[in-house]
């Protein structure tokens, strides 16, 4: 009884009106500003209405289950001393010994440390580098050198990592790289990059700023064509020359979008590139180039320990959503629909 | 409208209106720097690529230093190389699993996706919101690659070139950008269907698929070219050489250090092994090199709109 007091008299009359429960009539405001009364339309019906629409979603929902959700849930064998023959059910709880086994392990430090370098080290190299290649596409104006380095330059995003390292070798190789060519006409002596502990973290950063500068720089190109040009204009009667236009308009433009990039990266900070580092990688420079996914890979799927390769994986899930969702609660604060969800 | 693309075309910066004003030295001086540091980038950019091709039409005989290779002339060059490749049945065999792949994939992919996102992009179904989250939790909360193999194992895709693409033959992020299109459709447009009798999956059919061929092409791209370059998976769940994708065959072929060691190597006859290096990863390329223009004409489009939208 005290349910229905709650609804106000002119809902009750509405309700009666039209013959329906007052818990479906609802206030909504109207583009004018006033408040009118409507029916929400009655759940079973809209079942019923959509139901071709539930048919449509049948299959890909059933994908989505068992390829998204069986993984979250055989996750559990973190928690587990897993054994093949025993099964994800069979297998028997530990609590948390795998994750104990893997914080008190002088791994956890050297691998956290590699993963946080390559990951700040990939976004001071290549943010910059982008902004910058970015801002010479826009201001450049012969068409045709524009026109070729922007489609050279988007290029070596798509080709894959395999692909990188036999581009890289035909580059990098001791007995038959360009660079060590080029060493020895210099008087130097040949180095091996990619076994070296000193020149090994400057490959990996330096072939993904190669690979990915054409491509992360897309986005400011289009923050760029967005500048209002009457901007410039009139920074140029006041007298400002190209070096302060692009100083004190091209780049407070493109800031939001700076940022805005920038954060999206920090949320995924823990991944620190698994197929780059699985090709470039070899044991002789473990010390610096083992990141969290590739000794996740070497000790489950090498070793077979499945239980501690899973709950370091599990561990990098957990902090890498906090990240996200807080990085994406910021970038929403920071700049109005651009966050992804 | 053809106007504007046309001003695109020759500059990304529209022209300045105003003449008075002469240009300073230091712009003239700022002009000249962004000229230079475009050509730079173009022969930091070029120089990779140029060298693996120039390597991989090296010729037997040749005697030169690496570095002088660059410049051979192309009628010195050599297609030893790629006789040999073409020549090889492992690497023809690994080609075709790699296209069966493809094509598989992505037609799976696109049958997944596309009903996913236009139904999360239904405003009046029931559950929208609850099915969005649904979506979006294994997306935010990954929990590594042991579970997911586990899954593999367990449904008995091991072996099985579908092991490669079913993992990833919903990729939400795809799905988030096909949603974004379809929410952009005027609803007026499903409105006077649904009013003219259509079921749901008629408007799919009739209305929104006509009107979304360029994401389609988009997304497909997309799924493409990540099948394509898939070593990973494909690593993790095929064992038989038989099966084994380019990317495979490849590593392999790269990682041989002499020419004995691996007998996909060895079986290619006289050519220079850097040169089979070199030729392989540029076989594996190709395909990519020819979707390209095709690629570059959608996806920076759809880029362009996801960088303007979020």
Not at chain 1, 39 to 46: C, N
Not at chain 1, 88 to 112: I, R, T
Not at chain 1, 301 to 309: D, H, S
């Amino acid at each position: 009884m005290s349910k229905k007091n709650s609804f106000s008299p002119e809902i009750e009359a509405f309700s009666k009106y039209h013959n329906v429960r007052p818990g479906r009539v609802k206030p909504v405001k109207t583009p004018g500003g006033e408040t009118v009364l409507m029916i929400k339309p009655d759940l079973g019906k809209e079942i019923m209405r959509h139901k071709d629409v539930y048919l449509l979603l049948l299959i890909p929902f059933v994908f989505y289950i068992v390829f998204k959700y069986v993984p979250i849930f055989n996750a559990q064998i973190a928690f587990k001393n897993f054994r093949a023959r025993d099964g994800v059910l069979g297998s028997a709880w530990v609590g948390f010994q795998n994750f104990q086994d893997f914080f008190n392990s002088f791994y956890f430090w050297e691998l956290l440390r590699n993963t946080l370098f390559y990951s700040f080290g990939k976004i001071i190299i290549s943010l910059p580098v982008s902004i910058i290649l970015s801002i010479a596409i826009y201001e450049c104006t012969h068409y045709a050198l524009r026109k070729t380095v922007q489609t050279l330059a988007y290029l070596p995003h798509f080709l894959s990592w395999v692909i990188m390292y036999g581009v890289l070798f035909a580059l990098l190789s001791p007995s038959s790289g360009i660079l060590n060519d080029v060493i020895k006409l210099f008087g130097g002596t040949p180095v091996d990059f990619l076994s070296s502990i000193k020149a090994f973290p400057w490959v990996v950063l330096l072939s993904d700023a190669w690979k990915e500068m054409g491509w992360s720089a897309i986005i400011f190109i289009a923050a760029l064509m967005n500048i209002d040009v009457s901007l410039f204009e009139a920074a140029m009667v006041e007298g400002a020359n190209s070096w302060q236009r692009v100083r004190y308009i091209t780049l407070p433009s493109i800031k939001p979008v700076i940022v805005t990039v920038l954060l999206l990266k920090i949320g995924t900070i823990l991944d620190a590139g698994f197929n780059q580092m699985y090709m470039l990688y070899s044991p002789q420079v473990y010390s610096v180039a083992d990141i969290i996914d590739t000794w996740v890979y070497r000790q489950g799927l090498l070793n077979f320990q499945f239980g501690l390769a899973t709950a370091v994986g599990l561990f990098k899930g957990v902090i890498g959503m906090a990240l996200v969702l807080v990085s994406n609660r910021l970038v929403s604060k920071f700049s109005e629909g651009s966050s992804l969800f | 409208m053809s106007e504007k693309i046309k001003k695109e075309r020759t500059h990304l910066k529209p022209k300045m209106q105003n003449k008075t004003v002469r240009p300073t030295r230091a712009d003239k001086v700022f002009q000249i720097c962004v000229d230079v540091f475009m050509v730079i980038m173009l022969i930091i950019i070029i120089v990779p690529l140029w060298s693996t091709v120039t390597l991989s039409f090296r010729p037997n005989t040749y005697i030169g230093s690496y570095l002088e290779g660059m410049f051979l002339a192309p009628w010195h060059w050599s297609v030893d190389a790629y006789k040999a490749l073409l020549g090889n049945n492992g690497f023809l065999m690994a080609f075709g699993n790699s296209c069966k792949i493809l094509v598989g994939g992505v037609i799976c992919a696109l049958i997944l996706t596309i009903p996913l996102a236009y139904v999360m992009s239904v405003k009046s179904l029931p559950g929208r919101k609850a099915l969005t989250t649904i979506v979006l939790i294994p997306y935010i909360f990954d929990v590594g690659m042991i579970p997911a193999y586990l899954l593999v194992q367990n449904i008995g895709l091991m072996n099985h070139l579908a092991a490669v693409f079913l993992p990833g033959a919903i990729s939400t992020y795809n799905v988030i950008i096909m949603r974004q299109f379809f929410d952009g459709i005027p609803s007026e447009l499903k409105e006077s269907a649904r009013i003219d009798g259509c079921s749901e999956v008629q408007i799919l059919m009739r209305i929104v698929m006509p009107l979304s061929k360029a994401i389609v092409m988009t997304i497909g791209l997309y799924y493409g070219v990540s099948f394509w370059n898939n070593f990973f998976n494909a690593m993790l769940y095929i064992q038989d050489s038989n099966l084994n994708p380019l990317p495979i065959l490849l590593r392999n072929i790269l990682m041989a250090a002499g020419m004995n060691e691996y007998v996909e190597v060895s079986a290619f006859g006289n050519a220079p092994i850097e040169a089979i290096k070199a030729a392989s990863v540029f076989m594996s390329a190709i395909p990519m090199v020819i979707a390209y223009p095709f690629i570059q004409k959608y996806f920076t489009k759809g880029t362009m709109v996801g960088a303007v939208k979020g």
